[in-house]
Protein backbone atom coordinates (compact mmCIF):
# COMPACT_ATOMS: atom_id res chain seq x y z
CA UNK A 1 0.00 0.00 0.00
CA UNK A 2 1.46 3.61 -1.03
CA UNK A 3 2.08 6.22 1.81
CA UNK A 4 3.12 9.40 2.51
CA UNK A 5 3.61 9.94 6.13
CA UNK A 6 4.10 13.67 7.96
CA UNK A 7 5.82 13.77 11.28
CA UNK A 8 3.11 15.17 13.37
CA UNK A 9 -0.80 15.12 13.23
CA UNK A 10 -0.73 18.19 16.06
CA UNK A 11 1.67 20.80 16.58
CA UNK A 12 1.34 23.77 19.02
CA UNK A 13 4.68 26.18 18.53
CA UNK A 14 4.83 29.92 19.79
CA UNK A 15 5.37 32.77 17.69
CA UNK A 16 8.75 33.12 16.63
CA UNK A 17 9.97 29.13 16.47
CA UNK A 18 11.75 28.02 13.39
CA UNK A 19 9.19 24.65 13.08
CA UNK A 20 10.06 22.19 11.01
CA UNK A 21 7.23 20.00 8.93
CA UNK A 22 8.30 16.70 7.57
CA UNK A 23 6.61 14.38 4.91
CA UNK A 24 8.17 11.04 3.71
CA UNK A 25 7.30 9.12 0.94
CA UNK A 26 7.67 5.20 0.11
CA UNK A 27 6.92 5.30 -3.77
CA UNK A 28 9.93 6.75 -5.11
CA UNK A 29 8.02 9.47 -6.38
CA UNK A 30 9.88 12.40 -8.24
CA UNK A 31 7.44 15.09 -7.03
CA UNK A 32 6.53 16.39 -3.78
CA UNK A 33 4.33 18.91 -2.41
CA UNK A 34 3.27 21.19 0.42
CA UNK A 35 0.17 22.64 0.63
CA UNK A 36 -1.57 24.29 3.18
CA UNK A 37 -5.67 24.16 3.81
CA UNK A 38 -7.66 26.49 5.61
CA UNK A 39 -11.92 26.94 5.08
CA UNK A 40 -13.05 28.42 2.75
CA UNK A 41 -10.06 28.57 0.93
CA UNK A 42 -9.61 25.24 -0.36
CA UNK A 43 -5.86 23.69 -0.85
CA UNK A 44 -3.30 25.84 -1.76
CA UNK A 45 0.24 25.22 -2.98
CA UNK A 46 3.34 26.69 -0.74
CA UNK A 47 6.04 24.81 -2.45
CA UNK A 48 6.60 22.07 -4.75
CA UNK A 49 9.91 19.44 -5.87
CA UNK A 50 10.13 17.61 -9.06
CA UNK A 51 13.73 16.16 -8.16
CA UNK A 52 16.11 16.10 -5.13
CA UNK A 53 17.51 19.53 -4.52
CA UNK A 54 15.13 21.11 -6.87
CA UNK A 55 12.26 23.20 -5.55
CA UNK A 56 9.92 25.73 -7.21
CA UNK A 57 7.59 28.31 -5.25
CA UNK A 58 4.00 27.55 -5.54
CA UNK A 59 1.39 30.25 -5.04
CA UNK A 60 1.88 31.24 -0.85
CA UNK A 61 5.62 30.78 -0.90
CA UNK A 62 6.32 33.77 1.40
CA UNK A 63 7.02 33.14 5.24
CA UNK A 64 8.35 29.46 3.98
CA UNK A 65 11.35 27.64 3.05
CA UNK A 66 11.53 23.92 1.80
CA UNK A 67 14.86 21.10 1.90
CA UNK A 68 14.68 18.40 -0.23
CA UNK A 69 17.79 16.52 0.43
CA UNK A 70 16.44 12.64 -0.12
CA UNK A 71 14.09 11.73 -3.22
CA UNK A 72 12.07 10.24 0.20
CA UNK A 73 12.04 13.48 2.09
CA UNK A 74 10.47 16.88 1.83
CA UNK A 75 10.23 19.16 4.44
CA UNK A 76 8.60 22.39 5.22
CA UNK A 77 10.17 24.74 7.37
CA UNK A 78 8.57 28.12 8.95
CA UNK A 79 11.58 30.18 9.91
CA UNK A 80 10.19 32.23 12.14
CA UNK A 81 6.21 31.13 12.61
CA UNK A 82 3.23 33.62 13.16
CA UNK A 83 -0.25 33.26 14.29
CA UNK A 84 -1.64 33.55 10.71
CA UNK A 85 0.17 30.36 9.71
CA UNK A 86 -1.95 28.63 11.98
CA UNK A 87 -3.04 26.16 9.37
CA UNK A 88 -3.74 22.38 8.21
CA UNK A 89 -0.56 21.37 6.43
CA UNK A 90 -0.54 18.51 3.85
CA UNK A 91 1.94 17.15 1.57
CA UNK A 92 1.60 15.03 -1.57
CA UNK A 93 3.52 12.83 -3.82
CA UNK A 94 3.20 11.86 -7.55
CA UNK A 95 5.43 10.32 -10.01
CA UNK A 96 6.36 11.46 -13.14
CA UNK A 97 6.71 8.68 -15.36
CA UNK A 98 4.66 8.13 -18.28
CA UNK A 99 2.06 6.39 -16.19
CA UNK A 100 -1.56 6.99 -16.34
CA UNK A 101 -1.50 10.55 -17.71
CA UNK A 102 0.80 9.72 -20.69
CA UNK A 103 4.29 11.44 -21.26
CA UNK A 104 7.47 12.14 -20.27
CA UNK A 105 7.25 14.30 -16.80
CA UNK A 106 3.87 14.68 -16.79
CA UNK A 107 1.42 14.72 -13.66
CA UNK A 108 -0.19 11.93 -12.40
CA UNK A 109 -2.26 10.83 -9.76
CA UNK A 110 -1.35 12.82 -6.01
CA UNK A 111 -1.38 10.92 -2.99
CA UNK A 112 -1.63 12.83 -0.28
CA UNK A 113 -0.28 12.66 3.41
CA UNK A 114 -2.93 12.86 6.69
CA UNK A 115 -2.07 16.28 7.32
CA UNK A 116 -0.27 18.62 10.23
CA UNK A 117 -2.38 20.83 12.10
CA UNK A 118 -0.23 23.41 13.24
CA UNK A 119 -1.29 25.97 15.49
CA UNK A 120 0.66 29.24 16.29
CA UNK A 121 0.10 30.87 19.81
CA UNK B 1 -4.72 25.26 -16.84
CA UNK B 2 -8.13 25.90 -17.26
CA UNK B 3 -10.49 26.41 -14.32
CA UNK B 4 -13.28 24.69 -12.88
CA UNK B 5 -16.78 25.67 -11.36
CA UNK B 6 -18.47 23.20 -9.26
CA UNK B 7 -21.47 23.71 -6.77
CA UNK B 8 -20.76 24.47 -3.44
CA UNK B 9 -22.15 21.64 -1.85
CA UNK B 10 -25.02 18.92 -2.59
CA UNK B 11 -26.79 16.41 -0.69
CA UNK B 12 -28.13 12.67 -1.66
CA UNK B 13 -29.60 9.76 0.38
CA UNK B 14 -27.79 6.48 0.69
CA UNK B 15 -27.98 3.86 -1.28
CA UNK B 16 -28.69 6.38 -4.41
CA UNK B 17 -26.23 7.74 -6.75
CA UNK B 18 -24.63 10.63 -6.60
CA UNK B 19 -23.98 12.96 -9.40
CA UNK B 20 -21.37 15.68 -8.86
CA UNK B 21 -21.08 18.26 -12.04
CA UNK B 22 -18.03 20.04 -13.10
CA UNK B 23 -18.05 22.85 -15.06
CA UNK B 24 -14.45 23.77 -17.34
CA UNK B 25 -15.57 25.09 -20.32
CA UNK B 26 -12.31 26.50 -20.94
CA UNK B 27 -10.65 23.01 -21.39
CA UNK B 28 -8.15 22.33 -23.85
CA UNK B 29 -8.03 19.64 -26.08
CA UNK B 30 -4.58 18.34 -24.19
CA UNK B 31 -6.35 18.55 -20.67
CA UNK B 32 -7.29 15.81 -18.45
CA UNK B 33 -10.07 16.04 -16.05
CA UNK B 34 -9.32 14.32 -12.40
CA UNK B 35 -11.29 13.94 -9.28
CA UNK B 36 -10.26 13.81 -5.91
CA UNK B 37 -11.78 13.81 -2.04
CA UNK B 38 -11.36 14.44 0.88
CA UNK B 39 -12.96 13.30 3.96
CA UNK B 40 -12.52 15.25 6.60
CA UNK B 41 -9.69 15.07 8.53
CA UNK B 42 -7.66 13.38 5.49
CA UNK B 43 -5.74 14.11 2.87
CA UNK B 44 -7.31 14.23 -0.05
CA UNK B 45 -7.74 10.90 -2.05
CA UNK B 46 -7.46 10.64 -5.93
CA UNK B 47 -10.65 8.85 -7.38
CA UNK B 48 -10.88 8.53 -11.42
CA UNK B 49 -9.11 10.98 -14.15
CA UNK B 50 -10.02 10.89 -17.99
CA UNK B 51 -9.16 12.63 -21.20
CA UNK B 52 -12.60 12.51 -23.50
CA UNK B 53 -13.80 9.01 -23.16
CA UNK B 54 -16.17 7.68 -20.23
CA UNK B 55 -14.11 5.91 -17.38
CA UNK B 56 -15.33 3.36 -14.75
CA UNK B 57 -13.22 2.32 -12.12
CA UNK B 58 -14.59 0.42 -8.43
CA UNK B 59 -15.13 4.00 -6.64
CA UNK B 60 -16.65 6.19 -9.15
CA UNK B 61 -18.00 6.76 -12.98
CA UNK B 62 -16.47 9.68 -15.03
CA UNK B 63 -18.92 11.05 -17.42
CA UNK B 64 -17.31 13.88 -20.03
CA UNK B 65 -19.58 15.42 -22.56
CA UNK B 66 -19.01 15.34 -26.44
CA UNK B 67 -17.58 19.02 -26.23
CA UNK B 68 -15.65 18.75 -23.34
CA UNK B 69 -17.04 21.52 -21.20
CA UNK B 70 -18.53 20.05 -18.35
CA UNK B 71 -17.90 16.25 -16.53
CA UNK B 72 -20.09 14.78 -14.18
CA UNK B 73 -18.88 12.37 -11.20
CA UNK B 74 -20.89 9.65 -10.56
CA UNK B 75 -21.01 7.22 -7.05
CA UNK B 76 -23.41 4.71 -8.05
CA UNK B 77 -24.75 3.60 -4.91
CA UNK B 78 -23.64 6.49 -2.38
CA UNK B 79 -22.95 5.71 1.62
CA UNK B 80 -22.34 7.35 4.61
CA UNK B 81 -18.91 7.21 4.11
CA UNK B 82 -18.95 9.51 0.77
CA UNK B 83 -19.45 12.27 2.98
CA UNK B 84 -16.46 14.04 1.76
CA UNK B 85 -15.58 17.53 -0.07
CA UNK B 86 -15.25 16.46 -3.79
CA UNK B 87 -12.73 18.41 -6.50
CA UNK B 88 -12.76 18.43 -9.80
CA UNK B 89 -9.13 19.68 -11.72
CA UNK B 90 -8.33 19.65 -15.27
CA UNK B 91 -4.56 19.54 -15.85
CA UNK B 92 -2.38 19.20 -18.83
CA UNK B 93 -0.56 15.87 -19.58
CA UNK B 94 2.99 17.15 -20.34
CA UNK B 95 2.64 20.19 -18.40
CA UNK B 96 3.49 21.84 -15.05
CA UNK B 97 3.92 20.04 -11.72
CA UNK B 98 1.38 22.38 -10.13
CA UNK B 99 -2.15 20.91 -9.62
CA UNK B 100 -4.81 23.43 -8.94
CA UNK B 101 -7.29 23.06 -5.88
CA UNK B 102 -10.72 24.74 -6.01
CA UNK B 103 -12.83 24.86 -3.24
CA UNK B 104 -14.84 21.78 -4.33
CA UNK B 105 -18.27 20.40 -3.72
CA UNK B 106 -19.14 19.48 0.07
CA UNK B 107 -21.11 16.14 -0.72
CA UNK B 108 -23.47 15.24 2.05
CA UNK B 109 -25.01 11.47 2.34
CA UNK B 110 -28.40 11.16 4.66
CA UNK B 111 -29.41 7.94 6.22
Known amino acids: DVKVTQSSRYLVKRTGEKVFLECVQDMDHENMFWYRQDPGLGLRLIYF???????EKGDIPEGYSVSREKKERFSLILESASTNQTSMYLCASSSASPGLAGGPGSYNEQFFGPGTRLTVL | DAKTTQPTSMDCAEGRAANLPCNHSTISGNEYVYWYRQIHSQGPQYIIH???NNETNEMASLIITEDRKSSTLILPHATLRDTAVYYCIVRVAGGSYIPTFGRGTSLIVHP
Open chain 2, 50 to 52: GLK
Open chain 1, 49 to 55: SYDVKMK
